[in-house]
């Protein structure tokens, strides 16, 4: 099994991060790749970036679909998500949708750590989106802006608050940049942190093994 | 004041229908002017091609920016909206939001007629997108389909199915091309038929009179 | 065009600053005149006052329905407002259902700030009414009464908490006695600031323009 | 313990019907009274007739307040109950409201039957008022109007198809003015049908005895 | 009339309490006789706690069916209530449903007053269960845990807190344990608290002088 | 990796089925067994069964709790499931919840297909507790009752329905025991089927490799 994970941005630092961390829960079990985006931003913050990054996805997607048993869009906004699952047959899935249908999976609510304040009605929107609201806490974010691994104290103190102030139970890292820091998060939380990387893994990898992909009858059925 | 029609479309027969349509309400009252939209395909059907609109959409807005009032997008699935509301100080408008926030202050529930089967979810999904659920009896679609003007006993059926069927009090032209249909639609049906870019107009003349626009405090503020 | 506007309550003082504010934003695109309510309280306070100016409405609309072509209900909690839709046939637009819905087009979430905490929960129920509840951040109001211009500061505090605290990025003004205030708190506040006598003249002038009405054929049927 | 029944309207009849069928139930356990209400409509039908029978039921309110300990509001959707609430501390129990809450306790989901089609979107408005739409399975009415005791026909049929095609458990009588036609629907169905005034009374009797009243500290304060 | 209470848990003391305040409220209207759990855990605290005390229960409605005309579950997160509607013809009343939907007829919102901070999300789970969140303002507990009676300072600060920081209007006591409390507390607080036990004794007596129960028909069919 | 499916019917030959079915799924990645369970009845149908089968349930992951990495509870309602969560610190998955939200990521809406109508309500409770009926098409079963895979017809006429009818884009099979029809079925009808079983490995299986389970810290806290 051939997995293909689109990294919406073009930052070859974030490219590799996803790549260790997705090679590292794959394990050897299913291959893994990861794509950086041509043509799109170093960081995918806004709805601009999200149209830029669009046509080098699509590039991505047409050029590697016959190789490749499914596809994730790893950016916790899902970029163009509905998108890709209208114009490839293949699985598709985001890490924004995978980590929190998981977290609803494993305690009463969850809250998502974002990046900026700017950016906390943005995720509210895709939560929304997702039919995740009865299930989220919050979105918090450090009042100062910052990403992403870089930032770890930042987002520790967001994700304490998001537990004591906004009773959440579970953590959602809120960016693919903060990969790597759920397991040391959730250490020192008490609490499960998803990384959203691994739980599309989880998802991208079952589809494929038992068959399954979207659904073609009429809200992704395509130009086809 | 002046107002520009961004056709997300590359139609120039749909462009100039929107054009009449648009100058018959404005009547004088203010300019408006309609772009089509370079490098989109002819009809905006599939996500994709809500994609592919997006480069020729923001040139539009960027090239034009310094002489026009406020911006409307004239496509009923709103493509590229919050990218435009994001990157623009002037006020934007969506021809789905419009019509179907002034369809809920006419008639109790209203229902939106689609032009084909396939749509409806996608039509769904922005309903919820503007918290609209609530006040939508349904989305309609004639069960062969087509597109547009052409097609008005196919939509003149779906419409009835909802008014009886549905209990719709208003009828929402569900797409750009079915502009021109609303006066006659509405005399045959006994309830109110709004043209979203006639909506559109109104909401954007109003912002503009009364020195409103987007709030870009966080969801929309944008890389500035 | 000539558009009526309702002042529920009786006092001169506050239908002279309505006139003024609706005349200022008219300016001579349509006529617009305001009524005050006779028998009615001198502000509208509680479920009693609503009730109390019913048949002054009732009157009012009645008398001047042949004259005018629109009418505006000017108090935010929209008093009869469903009663009015019914026993005319011409539109009628209520200022805290025209200034909620269209703040829900200026941003992620908007507050409504309100004259004495007695009324927020009567307000969330107004919200609730409307199906707003997804798009409002909050209903905020001074910790002490007071009403109306005369305490710009208490609501100034009030909006900023809003804006703040509930991450609010539109603000309402909760009461036609602010009427002057948005310009003001709009550009301290640096986000969009709305009034409601002035958005319920763009609605009711747009729907004028376009031949539209409420729909007839249920809920605001009406004993014809 | 006294409790006045208020009717709506003005019809001797109905209240006649409505004192019989509460007497029957309160079987000399506590003191029941109905009152019509003077200056209001024979039948509560639209959004008028409800503000034209508002002064006579304050006045009946403020009357009997000294009397009385409690008081119903005898018309199914619950016509100015939230101003009843407000003038009086003693307790305040709407058909409407108790029955459909009760309801809600008997089974997955109910239905309202009410006496005409244009009615539905109204009673659909007043079981979104007490949050209940979760609880809906729908609201029925007859294809042709018609009122009350003496087409329970049209009733049954209307029960019938939404216990069928819209799964409801349970049964609500829409009308006050069809009291006494639950035992015998109920049997006739095999499913709990409500009658208001009933489900009302055991409301009142038990807050009266329980010391409980609305509160006051905000939503219904009161000018006081 | 004979109105049997289930205590699902086998505390002998707080089944006394139940008994000691039920019997004041029927004040001779009716018979009541609280029975505890046998087998059952002395607190039912945990989702294992209610699994434990079905058995018991179960045994206790099939001695006792003949005898009785309708049962009440007294433990406020209504341990096994779908089963007992499910397993017997009479009614079936439990302290949280009936406490919660007689809360929302007394004002804007409720909140509940929990025994411990681990319980604050299950109570949610149960008031979602009801489709009482729109009328929920908060559930608080105290900080520390502690249960019931004994720690009245607690719940009072509790109460206070949900009164001024989430704008509730009545108070639910969140615990059978917490029985007696209701008056003392709702002078303090100057709003309506509602006991559980009272609650469901209103509803359950109501229901059986009116001959209504659970519907059969579907959800609560049982194996019959 | 050891997996243990807890079977909440002590059905052998349902028993067998789920594990020829898992097994089939494994494919020797990891280990899986599948035990019935003891004191349970045969087929749980009822609120009653859910009851009976909570023994035997607890006792198996109590005696299994040290040899196995996950739990899977192996009947569509979720019996119990809150409570398995509650009592071991390793990853529970109902079959319910796992294949529902998994069909929420595969397309716009789903339907489960149920065994009878009368278990319809009880399935849409476990819809709406898990949060899902926004994405829910419906519920639908049979006319006639009937279980499990002997009625492969009745079970495809009512996908059919309600890809049809109802709109749904993938279809879940609402019971254990129609383990092996998703490939036919989805074949059939060219949507997704989704069998609760496989979905429940698939996240077990990953919440298990990347070390995650249910959060402690609250709801699911237990006695410990």
Redesign the interface.
């Given at each position: 099994m051939k997995i293909l994970i689109l990294n919406p941005n073009s930052s070859k630092e974030m490219t590799a991060d996803i790549q260790r961390n997705a090679a590292a829960?794959a394990?050897g079990?299913f291959e893994v790749k990861t794509l950086l985006t041509p043509g799109a931003p170093e960081f995918i913050?806004?709805?601009?970036d999200?149209?830029l990054c669009?046509?080098g996805m699509?590039k991505n997607v047409y050029d590697n679909e016959a190789e490749y048993d499914a596809f994730i869009v790893a950016c916790h906004c899902d970029p163009?998500i509905?998108?890709i699952?209208?114009?490839t047959n293949k699985p598709v899935?985001g890490i924004g949708?995978?980590s929190m249908?998981?977290a609803?999976?494993?305690?009463?609510?969850f809250s998502v750590v974002s990046t900026g304040?700017?950016s906390?009605?943005?995720k509210?929107?895709v939560v929304?989106?997702?039919?995740?609201e009865?299930?989220l806490a919050s979105v918090r974010a450090p009042k100062s802006e910052g990403c992403c691994g870089s930032d770890e104290a930042l987002f520790m103190e967001a994700a304490k608050l998001a537990?004591e102030e906004d009773?959440a139970?579970?953590i959602v890292l809120g960016c693919a940049g903060m990969s790597g820091l759920d397991?040391k998060m959730s250490k020192a939380l008490?609490?499960?942190v998803?990384d959203g990387v691994?739980?599309a893994?989880?998802?991208a990898?079952?589809?494929v093994?038992?068959?399954?992909?979207?659904?073609?009858?009429?809200?992704?059925?395509?130009?086809r």
């Amino acid at each position: 099994m051939k997995i293909l994970i689109l990294n919406p941005n073009s930052s070859k630092e974030m490219t590799a991060d996803i790549q260790r961390n997705a090679a590292a829960y794959a394990n050897g079990a299913f291959e893994v790749k990861t794509l950086l985006t041509p043509g799109a931003p170093e960081f995918i913050d806004y709805y601009l970036d999200q149209a830029l990054c669009a046509p080098g996805m699509i590039k991505n997607v047409y050029d590697n679909e016959a190789e490749y048993d499914a596809f994730i869009v790893a950016c916790h906004c899902d970029p163009n998500i509905d998108l890709i699952k209208e114009i490839t047959n293949k699985p598709v899935v985001g890490i924004g949708e995978a980590s929190m249908k998981m977290a609803s999976m494993l305690g009463h609510s969850f809250s998502v750590v974002s990046t900026g304040l700017h950016s906390v009605p943005n995720k509210e929107a895709v939560v929304r989106k997702y039919h995740l609201e009865g299930c989220l806490a919050s979105v918090r974010a450090p009042k100062s802006e910052g990403c992403c691994g870089s930032d770890e104290a930042l987002f520790m103190e967001a994700a304490k608050l998001a537990i004591e102030e906004d009773m959440a139970e579970v953590i959602v890292l809120g960016c693919a940049g903060m990969s790597g820091l759920d397991k040391k998060m959730s250490k020192a939380l008490g609490v499960p942190v998803l990384d959203g990387v691994v739980c599309a893994l989880i998802i991208a990898e079952g589809l494929v093994r038992a068959g399954l992909s979207t659904s073609k009858i009429r809200r992704y059925q395509g130009n086809r």
